[in-house]
Each structure stands twice: as structure tokens, then as C-alpha cells.
């Protein structure tokens, strides 16, 4: 096989750019921003700079937005909304929509896996708005932050998270390690017509942090985002102390 030329190199990363609506002015950054530790010939060349940047963009424009938008929510639901949109979770689900897996620079390794794993995905993400903040400013990455992330913000409030955490959980747990998630009841509290539940998901015999709600339904798909931040190193999005 042919060596890739420059001009061959090009077509993916114009393809790319078509699926992000942006048009980088040094498409060597989009290359970069593409670039997973394993593909590149130096760790200073591959995306991990690029993440760390846009990492802390992305939360400050999440805040921004959060704060101008409920003027009337505490600081503790503005925060519970945040950990929900900017979790290592919700980068992954946008980067797989987009099917950026596709474009994605990886050494034999990882480039020869099934799936793409959703750590490498929600990286991704992050460093392309590291990369589109660099080429464009600040606007041009708060547009793309706001195109993608303030519908996970509406269904964060409308108390859905944009996602079915317990099908998502099953998901995970399944590809990861091979199990099913189970629920368990660890305690209940208030009058037969209003109970509250708390309930824990267990993956094996591994029991993540349980959570309250105001019916079993509610319980299990808090307990299944809380087992969720925990596998992706987040914080729970629900005490239950």
C-alpha cells in the first residue's frame, strides 16, 4: 500500500470538520486534537494538552451558561446540573453521536478494538474544544459547547440527564466487566402514601454509592448515574447522607 500523502491525510480531517460545523484555519490543530497518546509519535504531539485546555473551557462556559439561564436555582442544583453535562459520561455520548470514533489517530492497539473506549471518546471531545478555543476563540468554542451540551442541560433539569442511566449502566457494566447491574433496597422512610427509597446498584459484588428517591423507578436510575460517576472517576450527582 501506498504511503498516505498530505492531500490523502486531508479528506478525513475535511470530513471531520463538515461533522463538528467548524472550519479550522490550521487543520494541523484539528490533527492534534485527533490524536490519542497511542497514535502519536511523542506525548507533547497527541491531544492530552489540548484535553487538560478544554476541559476547563468547558466548565467554565457550562457555569456561565447555567448561571445566566436559572437565575432562581441555588448553588447546589447549579452544581448537581453541571457535574451531570460536563461528566465524563455525557462528553463520551456527544463524541459517539458524532461519530468522531471515526477520525480518531490510535496506535494498533487501540485502533484494532471493537469499540472505541468511552474514556478515549470523552477525551476527544474536550480536546477538540481545546483545539477549536486556540484556532477561533472563545465564541467559536462557546458555540460549539452551547450546540451540544445545552440540550444535556434541558434534560439534566427536566430530571431525565439525556439518557437512561440504568440502560446506559447495563451497558457499561456489560461491555466492561461482564455483569449484569442489580439493585438493591437499603432502607425506605415516610408514610405509606409518600414513601422515599433509598436503593443501591451493585455490579458483581461491587456496591456503589446509593441514592434516595421518591419512588423505586426514581431511586434506581439516581443509584445507576451515581454508579456511573464513579466508574468514570466523577462525583455522585446524589448524596444519600
Known amino acids: 500500500m501506498p504511503p498516505m500523502t498530505k492531500r490523502d491525510e486531508s479528506r478525513p480531517l475535511d470530513r471531520c470538520q463538515e461533522v463538528l460545523g467548524y472550519a ?50 441555588q448553588e447546589g442544583e447549579l452544581t448537581r446540573i453541571k457535574s451531570i453535562v460536563v461528566s465524563r459520561l455525557t462528553c463520551a455520548k456527544i ?38 478555543f486556540l484556532d477561533g476563540g472563545m465564541d467559536a468554542a462557546r458555540q460549539f459547547i452551547v450546540t451540544h451540551i445545552e440540550p444535556e442541560i434541558d434534560a439534566a433539569v427536566d430530571g431525565q440527564g439525556g439518557l437512561n442511566y440504568k440502560s446506559n449502566l447495563q451497558q457499561v ?15 425506605e422512610k415516610g408514610p405509606d402514601h409518600s414513601k422515599c427509597f433509598k ?6 459484588r461491587q456496591r456503589h454509592a446509593p441514592a434516595w ?28 447522607d
Request: charged residues 25%; contains cysteine; glycine residues 8%.
Open 24 to 73: 479550522f484555519r490550521d487543520p494541523a490543530m484539528l490533527r492534534e486534537a485527533l490524536t490519542h497518546a497511542s497514535g502519536a509519535n511523542h506525548r507533547l504531539s497527541s491531544n492530552e494538552r489540548l484535553e487538560f485546555l478544554g476541559d476547563a473551557i468547558l466548565g467554565a462556559v457550562v457555569c456561565d451558561l447555567l448561571f445566566r439561564k436559572y437565575p432562581d436555582y
Open 213 to 240: 428517591g421518591r419512588n423505586k423507578k426514581e431511586a434506581e436510575q439516581r443509584a445507576a448515574l451515581n454508579a456511573l460517576c464513579q466508574l468514570s472517576g466523577e462525583p455522585i450527582p446524589f448524596e444519600s
Open 199 to 204: 436503593i443501591s446498584a451493585l455490579i458483581g
Open 173 to 187: 457494566a456489560q461491555r466492561e466487566f461482564g455483569e449484569t447491574p442489580t439493585y438493591l433496597l437499603l432502607d
Open 95 to 132: 463524541s459517539e453521536a458524532l461519530g468522531i470514533d471515526a477520525f480518531l489517530y490510535m496506535g494498533k492497539g487501540m485502533g484494532s478494538r471493537e469499540r472505541t473506549p468511552s474514556s478515549v471518546l470523552a477525551d476527544v471531545f474536550e480536546s477538540l474544544i481545546g483545539a477549536i
